[in-house]
C-alpha cells in the first residue's frame, strides 16, 4: 500500500433511528482505542443521525462524513444538505456520485464532479465512487466506464489529501458477488494508471474497495495491488462484522 494510510469508511445508507446509531456509534467508539492508528476509519450516517453519532464518537479518532451534499452552499434547495452543513456537523468527508446517487437520482459525471467540489469549498474529502454495471462488464467496458467516469467526476483541484476513489462495481454493491482478486486489481491498476495522467499527488490517493465487503473476504481483496481500504455497506451496520473488516486491513 506504499505510504497510503488505508481507510475502512462505512456507509450505513438510509438505515437507523436515533437509538440505533447512537449504539453502533458507541459500540464502535469503546473498540477505538484498540485501532492500530494506521488504519483510519470513517462512518457515514444518514444525515439525519450525523449529530448525535459525531457526539457518541465523542474524542475517539473515528471520522465522520455525509453520503451525498448539494452543490450549492445554501438556499432555496427542499430536502438537500450542503457540504457546508456536513462540515458545521463535524464531518471531515463526504460520499459523492455512489451508484444509487447516480442510478436512483440521475446523478451524471458533472453533477458529481460539481458535488466534489462544494465538498472542496466547505474543507471536506470527497470520497468520488465510480463502478460499471453488470451489462457493461459484461460487453468488456469496465475500464472504458471507470476512465470515463473518473475523467468526468474528479475536479481538476482533486488531490491526495481532498480525493478518495472508490471503486464499487454496480453489481458487486448488496448483492454478495465480488470480482475476483485479478479483477479488482485490473480496476485499482488502471485508476492508478489514470489519476497519474492528471494529478500529481496520483500516487498517494487512496483507492477503496466497495461491494460486499465482509469480514470473511476483506482480507483477501484488501491485500489487492492499489487497494487502499474498503467502503462497507450492510457490515457496517453490525460493529463487530465492520470491526473485523477494519482489523483485517491493518493485519
Ligand atoms: P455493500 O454496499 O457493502 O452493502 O455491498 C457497499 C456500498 O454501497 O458502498
Redesign the pocket.
Known amino acids: 500500500m506504499a505510504d497510503r494510510r488505508p481507510m475502512v469508511a462505512g ?1 450505513w ?1 438510509m438505515n437507523g433511528r436515533g437509538k440505533d446509531g447512537v449504539a453502533l456509534a458507541a459500540a464502535l467508539a469503546t473498540r477505538a482505542g484498540g485501532m492500530p492508528r494506521a488504519v483510519e476509519l470513517l462512518v457515514c450516517p444518514p444525515a439525519t443521525l450525523i449529530a448525535m453519532v459525531g457526539k457518541a464518537l465523542g474524542a475517539t479518532a473515528i471520522a465522520l462524513g455525509g453520503q451525498d451534499c448539494h452543490v450549492r452552499p445554501s438556499g432555496a434547495f427542499t430536502g438537500d444538505v450542503s457540504a457546508e452543513m456536513l462540515a458545521d456537523l463535524g464531518c471531515r468527508y463526504v460520499l459523492t456520485g ?3 446517487r447516480r442510478a436512483g437520482h440521475g446523478e451524471d459525471d458533472t453533477t458529481v464532479r460539481a458535488k466534489a467540489e462544494a465538498a472542496h469549498r466547505a474543507g471536506l474529502t470527497a470520497i468520488v465512487c465510480v463502478g460499471e454495471t453488470q451489462a457493461e462488464r459484461d460487453s468488456g467496458r469496465t475500464l472504458d466506464v471507470i476512465r470515463r467516469q473518473l475523467a468526468g467526476s474528479l475536479p481538476e483541484g482533486a488531490t491526495a489529501g481532498n480525493v478518495v476513489v472508490a471503486y ?1 462495481p454496480v453489481w ?4 454478495g458477488r465480488t470480482p475476483t482478486p485479478g479483477d479488482v486489481a485490473g480496476v485499482h491498476d488502471a485508476i492508478r494508471a489514470a489519476l497519474g495522467t492528471r494529478f500529481a499527488t496520483a500516487e498517494a490517493m487512496r483507492i477503496l474497495y ?4 465482509k469480514a470473511g473476504n476483506a482480507a483477501e481483496l484488501m491485500a489487492v495491488s492499489n487497494v487502499d481500504g474498503a ?5 457496517s451496520l453490525d460493529p463487530d462484522e465492520f470491526w473485523a473488516i477494519a482489523m483485517s486491513v491493518s493485519a
Open positions: 456507509n445508507k455512489h451508484s444509487e464499487e458487486a454493491i448488496g448483492t466497495g461491494g460486499s465487503v467502503l462497507v455497506g450492510g457490515a
